[in-house]
């Protein structure tokens, strides 16, 4: 059974910084490419950031782009999101996500898997 398993969230003034951890089991993560996405209540989830299975080619949201950073570590089976220079509008429930492939993917209705979400606040 595959699993996903976000931890890191929390409250932070705006202009802070977090890092998002995921950490997989169940499969070769190596494999894989993976990604987060976002999800603010009344809206719909959102892509973020992806990294393809061996973290050369990665893809951020224009919104978060320049301020995030995605990256992965194979040997822990991990995947990492830095987030600097946060603000209100980052308010969300964010959510490690796995596709079934190498390729790194943008569209929520491409993934296989889901992580059960970590909430982050940006407070003003």
């Known amino acids: 059974q595959v699993q996903l398993v976000e931890s890191g969230g929390g409250l932070v003034q705006a202009g802070g910084s977090l890092r998002l951890s995921c950490a997989t089991s169940?499969?070769?993560?190596?494999?894989?490419?993976m990604g987060w996405f976002r999800q603010a209540p009344g809206k719909e989830r959102e892509f973020v950031a992806a990294?393809?299975?061996?973290?050369?080619?990665?893809y951020y949201a224009d919104s978060v782009k320049g301020r995030f950073a995605i990256s992965r570590d194979n040997t822990k089976n991990t995947v990492y999101l830095q987030m600097n220079s946060l603000k209100p509008e980052d308010t969300a429930v964010y959510y490690c996500?796995?596709?079934?492939?190498?390729?790194?993917?943008?569209?929520?209705?491409?993934?296989?898997?889901w992580g059960q979400g970590t909430q982050v606040t940006v407070s003003s």
């Open positions: 996500a796995a596709p079934n492939g190498r390729r790194a993917v943008v569209a929520a209705n491409e993934i296989e898997y």
């Open positions: 169940g499969r070769t993560f190596s494999d894989y490419a």
């Open positions: 990294i393809s299975w061996s973290g050369s080619i990665t």
